[in-house]
């Protein structure tokens, strides 16, 4: 007789730990207070992003959850595109952290250092004016968050017979035994994958673990004309200081920070670096900015945007700027440094949150490692 095992959460996390059980031969039931997933699983650039990790463990989970990815994607028929990545530098500073960084991991990576014509012949998106040159990184991918998600949980139910409990509201969790707002549920095991929302089920938790908010502001452009293509993922030098791979680059990030601080005062103020990629459908998904705390302003800040797209000027050529639609997103940060909350309240409950931000590219890999007892 099959083992019961109950996620509680139907975003990226929590269907990433009912993959992985449902593979290990759980019989596995997932709830969700809402219709459908709602959250930051869904308002993200639905990037698959292995160069933001740091060498060792994480950039190892992050290629497992990246080859997960794949693999699910084609047996789900859900779109994807392995675009690569392609990090640009205009000022001599942002060069030599690319030559740094690209000098420090190039034995254990499979990247590019471009120069100037070889960085404009990987898009024809990017801006040729005052480009020193590019990394370009083969690892990276894309799948259109919002489609991914809400096909992978029907791929689930009709490949393993999942069942889902959609907008039903879990109570209580205890050992053995869960209780929503329609019924009390028994279950061998029972994961808790519910974002920033796992505060209301275990708030002694949430306070222990130093965990804050994070809002992120994004948009999308229409879709571009002519079945135009960016190709790679696009990154400006802003994002050398917000990813924590970058500090392999050493003393010449910390001078580029510095030179950000004095130079682009608002942009570190919200915690903005600029990314740019493409769905399936041609748009272009813009972001993002980082503002924390434990309790955020619902509507969009106008001057965020505005610092987001002047900013995504100076290094993409996009032939239709116009703005179709503009969102936020909350996840879970945790103050401390730790990469993620894995952590077992009770016998037979296991809570796993706290990404930080980095839903889509680790966990799929996360899961796997925890549910085949190799999580470190």
């Given at each position: 007789m099959k083992k019961k095992a109950i996620v509680v959460g139907a975003g990226i996390v929590g269907l990433a730990v009912t993959r992985a059980l449902v593979i290990k031969g759980y019989q596995v039931e997932v709830f969700d207070r809402s219709a459908f997933a709602v959250g930051a699983s869904i308002r993200n650039f639905g990037m698959i992003w292995p160069i933001g990790q740091t060498e060792g463990k994480m950039y190892e989970r992050a290629l497992l959850s990246r080859n997960i990815w794949h693999d699910i994607a084609i047996d789900a028929s859900i779109w994807y595109n392995p675009t690569g990545s392609l990090h640009l530098a205009y000022t001599n500073l942002e060069w030599e952290v690319l030559n740094d960084f690209y000098e420090n991991i190039k034995d254990n990576r499979s990247y590019k250092l471009l120069n100037r014509a070889d960085t404009l012949q990987k898009s024809h998106a990017v801006n040729p004016v005052e480009l020193k040159g590019g990394l370009y990184s083969p690892d990276e991918m894309i799948v259109d968050a919002p489609i991914a998600i809400s096909s992978l949980s029907k791929f689930l139910q009709e490949k393993y017979n999942v069942g889902f409990h959609w907008q039903e509201h879990v109570t209580e969790v205890q050992t053995g035994k869960l209780k929503t707002t329609v019924s009390t549920y028994e279950s061998d095991e029972i994961y808790v994958c519910t974002g920033p929302d796992f505060e209301n089920l275990f708030p002694k938790i949430f306070e222990a673990n130093v965990t804050t908010k994070c809002k992120l502001q994004m948009m999308?452009?229409?879709?571009?004309?002519?079945?135009?293509?960016?190709?790679?993922?696009?990154?400006?030098?802003?994002?050398?200081?917000?990813?924590?791979?970058?500090?392999?680059?050493g003393a010449s990030l910390d001078l580029l920070k510095k030179h950000y601080a004095d130079t682009l005062p608002d942009y570190i103020k919200w915690g903005i670096h600029v990314m740019v990629s493409q769905n399936s459908r041609g748009e272009l998904i813009i972001g993002d900015s980082h503002e924390y705390g434990p309790t955020h302003d619902p509507f969009d800040k106008h001057i965020i945007n505005a610092f987001i797209l002047d900013y995504l000027r100076t290094f993409a050529l996009i032939p239709d700027q116009r703005i179709a639609a503009t969102w936020n997103g909350v996840y879970p940060k945790l103050k401390n440094g730790a990469t993620e909350i894995v952590v077992s309240p009770m016998e037979g409950v296991t809570i796993v949150n706290g990404i930080g931000g980095a839903g889509m590219t680790l966990s799929f890999g996360l899961a796997e490692q925890l549910v085949n007892g190799k999580y470190s």
């Open positions: 999308k452009t229409v879709t571009q004309p002519n079945e135009w293509q960016l190709g790679p993922s696009l990154c400006g030098g802003l994002s050398l200081t917000h990813y924590h791979s970058f500090h392999a680059a």
